[in-house]
Each structure stands twice: as structure tokens, then as C-alpha cells.
């Protein structure tokens, strides 16, 4: 089955994308487009999306309304089947999307074909808790009173998803939305549209009924903002800017309805002179910059005591030698392109700092030779002897450079772990128990490793962050009921 229009531009096939409402695939009629393009090579458009009009947001939120009700009362095993239906589609179907994500956002096609299978594990995860139990018996003061909870969905929600994962992020939100019985009015980023397609098309094969997902396209800007004020959403789940998470609180509080933000992160790791160093290097450099570091959870600071700088920043820039530059869709590729000129011109402004607060090392220029010629490719870059108050170790870079801070012992290392604004991952390589047993009660971030790197976490496990990086609530797993539902006490007593 065909969900798009296609369009010829001399010998080159675009898809024109369209909006699914209500069980619809809508052409927009506007003459107003953005070109999807393939961040390692430019030339080539993947697809065009629809800039409007806004007016089709209030037709997915009536959309997600109208079918609430039903969806709601659908019993968990009937909505629980439907999601194993669309993880058994998406699993058929993970070569195709894999290597989608690979052309769309730059992610490399080893890491983009694991996004695929994690998307599967998030829907049969989220498949099973349709089934689990969603309440509790609580003792009533009155003898021969029942007195229990039951979670109930909140009603249509907002999913607003960022590109860098566009298959697990939007997943993580919608799959738990849905088992517990919300519907979803979902916008994505703007160039992870095909991608959203493609996910939309799982769900529609699947048999999910029309309404219970809408999808919007176009820019955050206009699209984003109009869903947010929409009447009939009652919740918003947002991944993103900490600059736009905040703006989303503000409205959401204003109208009294629940909101979850995930936002950004400067997450360090902490390497000890006892640690495994060559295990620790291969780590950080490929938590900093594989997927050219655009991740959330990317390692940007490495706070090395000052008993082992010198060899480990040795070894550090071996493991990032290594690791090879590429377009995304190359099988050897590991760093690939930005997702977008602004996102490279930001990164060179970053490296371009680091030569006044520190000593760049290892990279610093823009990669634009052979294949990454026509796409946005900037070589791993690593800077060392940066203050900790640097604009580079306190700022979202969100790109492939990696900053050295030199600590004296462990609580100076965890003290320049905690300052910044933000609190998402850290993690600390050491073989001394005491030191790790003081990190995790010390430090202020949300996901905690030891000897292991900062990136990811397993689909069934809380995500989220402290100060900045989060709204303080968590995503996946068991802690995703409590946001997607509200609780009801009901206390029944005798008639007589």
C-alpha cells in the first residue's frame, strides 16, 4: 500500500509526504515545502514535507478526541495484540527503516539497524504491560469497605520527537501512551519525516484504528506550537532543547495539563588513576563520537586525575583515530555527518573556541574529502587542558568534540562533573569500590554508570535526567505508567 505522492524532478524520484489523520494520509494542497536531504551526501532530497497548513493540527487532535473513548475501553489483551503486530512489522521491516535512518539522519547503518531491533523491543515491552495489572487493593478503615486504585489514561497526548533517534524516541513515548489507553497526536522532528512515515505505516498495518495515532509534519515552529495549545490534548511528551522543553512547561502549566521534558546534556565520564585505561578509552571515544556525538547522552567531558592525563589522552586520541569517518550508509562508517549546515557551522564555532580556552589536540576542521565531500562532515575533534568553566565544557555542543578536565582526586572530579545545569549521564572508571560507592551517592545525574560509557539504556530501564536535563520524571519501562495515566481511588461499602 502506497501513503505518498511522488514527484519527479528531472531523472530523481522525491516522495511528497503527507499528514496521517483519522486513518488518512492528507496531500497538502500548500505551495510550501522543505527538501528532506541525506546529510552525508546533499545532493540527494529523500523527500519533500509539507510546511502546512497549521489548521491540519486541530483535525488530528479532534481526530485523537473522537477516538479516545473507544480506544480507551478496547480490553489491554485485544490493544496489546496490536502492538505485537506492529513490533512483528517493524522486525520485517528493519532492514528497509534501518538503512532509512542511515540516509535520513546520518546515523551509521551498524547503529541505525540497532535503533530498528530496540524500536521491536519497545513495542513487545509495551505490549505486555496492556496486560499487567493497574492498581491496587488498598486496606479501608471501614470494616467490610473495598477501597482500591485504578490508572486511567489521560486522553489524547502530544508526542513532539527529536531526529536523533527517530525510530526509539517516538516509540518510547507512543507504545506506552497507547497501551495504557491515551491516544496520540505525534509531531516529529522536521528531517526525520520519512522515517515518521514509515513508523505510521507499522502502526496502520497493524490494524490500529483510525485516530488513535495522528501524525503532523512541518516545522516545530509553527506545527509544534499549535499542538501544544490544542483543547483536546491532555499531555505533552517532548524530547528536545532545553530552550523549547521550557517554553512547552510554561503552556502546559498554564493550562493545567501534564508535561514530560527530556532535554539536553553535557554528561561526563570520570576516569581514576587505577581504572582499566585502554577499557576506558575505547569507551569514551566512542561515547563522544560515534553518531558524531548526537546523542542526548554523548560523553562531551572527561575529567581524567592528573596522576594519568598525559597516557590516557594518548590512548584517547588512538581510539578516536580509529574510529572511521564515513557516510552513514557505509558498513565501516562510525562517525557520520551533522544532521544539518547550522548544526556544522555550530560545531566549528565550538572547536574554534577551544584554541582560546584550550589545546586542540586532535581534529578541529571541517572533514571534505573524497565521499564527505557533498555532506556535513567535521572531523572527531578532542581539546585538552579546558577550564572547567569554559563555554565548551559547559554548553550542549552536541557534535564530535570531546573536552579533557584535569581533577586532583575524586571529589574534585565529582565536583566538576555536578557543574553544569545539566544532569543526565555520567559514568566513572575505577576498579576502587569505595571511590564508586561515593560517586553514585554524589552525583547529581540521572543515569549512573561505572566502567561503562554514558550512551543509551537498555528499553526496559528508566530514562531521564536531573536539574536541566529533564522535567523529573522518567521515560521506558515500569516508570512510563506514571506518566501516560492518573490514578483513581474508588471505595465501595454495603448497602445496607
Same mark, same amino acid.
Given at each position: ?51 502546512g ?22 480490553a489491554g ?13 517493524l ?14 539522519v546520518g ?36 470494616a ?50 520519512? /522515517?515518521?512515515?514509515? #513508523?505510521?505505516e +507499522?502502526?496502520?498495518? *497493524? ?8 501524525? @503532523? &509534519? !512541518? ?6 506550537d ?64 560515534r ?26 586520541k ?16 562510525a562517525?557520520g555527518?551533522?544532521? /544539518?549546515?547550522?548544526? #556544522?557551522?555550530? +560545531?566549528?564555532?565550538? *572547536? ?8 586542540? @589536540? &586532535? !581534529? ?5 574529502t ?22 565548551v ?26 557543574n ?21 551517592h ?42 501516560? /495515566? ?6 465501595i461499602?454495603?448497602?445496607?
Amino acid at each position: 500500500m502506497v501513503f505518498y505522492d511522488l514527484i519527479e524532478d528531472d531523472t530523481v524520484k522525491h516522495e511528497l509526504l503527507a499528514h496521517y489523520v483519522a486513518g488518512e494520509w492528507l496531500n497538502s494542497n500548500e505551495d510550501q515545502w522543505s527538501d528532506d536531504l541525506n546529510p552525508s551526501d546533499t545532493t540527494q532530497v529523500l523527500a519533500r514535507v509539507p510546511q502546512g497548513p497549521v489548521s491540519v493540527v486541530a483535525r488530528a487532535a479532534e481526530a485523537a478526541h473522537e477516538s479516545f473513548a473507544a480506544w480507551k475501553a478496547l480490553a489491554g489483551p485485544e490493544r496489546s495484540e496490536i502492538l505485537y503486530r506492529a513490533a512483528n512489522i517493524l522486525a520485517e521491516r528493519r532492514q528497509e527503516i534501518g538503512t532509512l535512518v542511515a540516509q535520513e539522519v546520518g546515523k551509521p547503518l551498524g547503529e541505525a539497524l540497532g535503533e530498528a531491533d530496540r524500536g521491536v523491543s519497545i513495542l513487545r515491552y509495551f505490549a505486555s504491560e496492556s496486560v499487567h495489572p493497574n492498581g491496587q487493593v488498598i486496606p479501608a478503615q471501614k470494616a467490610g469497605s473495598l477501597q482500591f486504585t485504578l490508572r486511567q489514561p489521560l486522553g489524547p497526548v502530544a508526542v513532539i520527537s527529536p531526529w536523533n533517534f527517530p525510530v526509539a524516541i517516538p516509540l518510547w513515548k507512543i507504545a506506552p501512551a497507547l497501551a495504557y489507553g491515551n491516544t496520540v497526536v505525534w509531531k516529529p522532528a522536521e528531517v526525520a519525516s520519512l /522515517t515518521a512515515v514509515r #513508523l505510521a505505516e +507499522v502502526f496502520a498495518s *497493524a490494524g490500529l484504528p483510525s485516530g488513535v495515532l495522528n501524525l @503532523v &509534519l !512541518g516545522k516545530g515552529s509553527a506545527i509544534g506550537d499549535a499542538l501544544i495549545g490544542q483543547d483536546a490534548i491532555r499531555g505533552i511528551t517532548f524530547t528536545g532543547s532545553d530552550a523549547v522543553g521550557m517554553g512547552i512547561a510554561e503552556v502546559a502549566a498554564r493550562r493545567n495539563i501534564k508535561y514530560q521534558l527530556e532535554m539536553g546534556g553535557k554528561n561526563a565520564a570520570i576516569v581514576l588513576g587505577d581504572a582499566d585505561m585502554n577499557q576506558a578509552a575505547k569507551l569514551v571515544a566512542a561515547g563522544a563520537m560515534r553518531f558524531a556525538g548526537q546523542k542526548c547522552t554523548a560523553t562531551s567531558r572527561v575529567i581524567v586525575t592528573d596522576d594519568v592525563v598525559e597516557p590516557f589522552v594518548e590512548l584517547l586520541k588512538r581510539e578516536i583515530q580509529a574510529l572511521p569517518v564515513a557516510p552513514a550508509t557505509e558498513s565501516s562508517s562510525a562517525v557520520g555527518p551533522l544532521i /544539518t549546515q547550522s548544526s #556544522l557551522e555550530k +560545531v566549528a564555532s565550538y *572547536a574554534q573556541q577551544s584554541t582560546q580556552s584550550g589545546r586542540v @589536540v &586532535l !581534529g578541529g576542521n571541517y572533514a571534505r574529502t573524497g565521499s564527505l565531500k557533498n555532506g556535513y562532515f567535521f572531523e572527531p575533534t578532542l581539546v585538552v587542558d579546558v577550564p572547567p568553566d569554559a563555554s565548551v565544557a559547559q554548553e550542549e555542543v552536541f557534535g564530535p568534540l570531546l573536552v579533557v578536565e584535569i581533577a586532583h582526586s575524586i571529589d574534585e572530579a565529582i565536583a566538576i562533573a555536578n557543574n553544569t545545569r545539566y544532569g543526565l549521564s555520567v559514568s566513572l572508571f575505577t576498579h576502587d569500590i569505595n571511590a564508586s560507592l561515593e560517586y553514585i551517592h554524589a552525583i547529581e545525574s540521572g543515569m549512573v554508570r561505572v566502567n561503562g560509557d554514558t550512551t543509551g539504556v537498555d528499553p526496559h530501564a528508566p530514562f531521564g535526567g536531573m536539574h536541566n536535563s529533564s522535567s523529573h520524571s522518567r521515560e521506558q519501562g515500569p516508570a512510563a505508567i506514571d506518566f501516560f /495515566t492518573e490514578i483513581k481511588t474508588i471505595q465501595i461499602n454495603s448497602a445496607g
